[in-house]
């Protein structure tokens, strides 16, 4: 004798579930209902049928042993949205470790902007350097892949004006400046300090908009 759950349909009602139990008359198989189980939801009527087929169930806790989580799913949004602007070809129309860590830094600085020896710690807690193939990447590298971002700046330039530029679009472009905390940096010069911080060095910067109107 063995017994089961039944799932029966009942146009525009609610599904019947009875409990039943299957037996042996003779050369003949029959079953009969031993209880009318409808109340039960479908998951526990589930796993009623996994412990009268034998299955032991256990918590999921129990079940899994969690050796490490990583963040993934603000990576994956990232990293997408900048596959779908082509972002790796924009930077260097070739594969290679410094544009992937580089890209590895874009995203950084979306989802956690720190310093480089930060970011080569925080990105380990998440699936970013896994799925960038640069678990390894050190600090030096980091900035060294930034010595080779810098040197393909007009590169990249031209790249974004034959994009997004035509004869005749309208570019809005806005300037501002903050004060610098360090003495090498090349393009740093003395100048007004809007934040009246004396003595220090200036750093100009702008941002281009391409206008739609």
């Given amino acids: 004798m063995s017994m089961h759950i039944d799932i029966i349909p009942n146009r525009g009602y609610k599904k019947t579930k009875l409990l039943r139990q299957s037996y042996r008359d ?18 526990q009527v589930f796993a009623m049928r996994k412990i009268l087929k034998g299955e032991k169930l256990v918590p999921v806790k129990e079940a899994f042993e969690v050796i490490s989580s990583r963040h993934h799913g603000s990576v994956e949004a990232v990293l997408s949205a ?11 129309s070739q594969p290679s470790r410094e544009r992937d860590i580089v890209l590895g830094i874009i995203a950084s600085r979306i989802l956690n902007p720190d310093s480089k020896l930060a970011t080569t710690r925080w990105w380990h807690n ?13 600090e030096n590298e980091l ?12 590169r990249i330039q031209k790249k974004l004006a034959k994009r997004h530029l035509s004869e005749g679009s309208t570019v809005l472009y806005d300037l501002s400046s903050s004060y610098f905390e360090g003495e090498k940096c090349p ?5 007004y300090n809007r934040d009246k911080k004396k003595g220090k060095l200036q750093v100009n910067y702008g941002l281009l908009l391409l206008s739609q109107i």
């Fill in 26 to 43: 003779g050369d003949k198989y029959k079953k009969r209902t031993l209880a009318n189980v409808s109340e039960l939801t479908m998951d």
């Fill in 82 to 92: 900048m596959r779908q602007l082509n972002l790796p070809n924009l930077i260097a």
């Fill in 126 to 138: 998440t699936s970013l350097p896994k799925q960038l193939a640069i678990e390894d990447a050190t």
């Fill in 143 to 154: 900035y060294k892949s930034m010595d080779w971002l810098f040197k393909r700046q007009k």
């Fill in 187 to 191: 393009l740093a010069q003395r100048g």
